[in-house]
Nanobody, 124 residues
Framework: QVQLEESGGGLVQAGDSLRLSCVAS????????MGWFRQAPGKEREFVGA?????????SYADSVKGRSIISRDNSKNTTYLQMSSLKPEDTAVYYC????????????????WGQGTQVTVSS
């Protein structure tokens, strides 16, 4: 059974930094592309960023977080990370990690497995 478990969310102030983690089990982690998505209240789920399964770990980011987010992965720990800095109130959302193979990074439908999400709230 595949499981993805996010952690690291919480209540922070604008301008703060946060690191989210996603631990995967039940799959060969190194063979999966890993994506991060978020969903704010009343809005659709949106792409945040992704890191591919290739050795070079190619990353891509949404324009809304580009330059203040870094996605990384540690295949030895079956974990992917989303480091966000200069947080803004508009970053408030539930953040999800997802796993897929051969994905087009922003396309949520291409990911096979999803975590339950972790809440990030940014106060102004």
């Amino acid at each position: 059974q595949v499981q993805l478990e996010e952690s690291g969310g919480g209540l922070v102030q604008a301008g703060d930094s946060l690191r989210l983690s996603c631990v995967a089990s039940g799959l060969t982690f190194s063979r999966y592309d890993m994506g991060w998505f978020r969903q704010a209240p009343g809005k659709e789920r949106e792409f945040v960023g992704a890191i591919l399964r290739t050795n070079v770990g190619t990353t891509s980011y949404a324009d809304s977080v580009k330059g203040r987010s870094i996605i990384s992965r540690d295949n030895s720990k079956n974990t992917t990370y989303l480091q966000m800095s200069s947080l803004k109130p508009e970053d408030t959302a539930v953040y999800y990690c997802a796993a897929g193979r051969g994905v087009v990074a922003p396309a949520a439908r291409m990911y096979d497995y999803w975590g339950q999400g972790t809440q990030v709230t940014v106060s102004s």
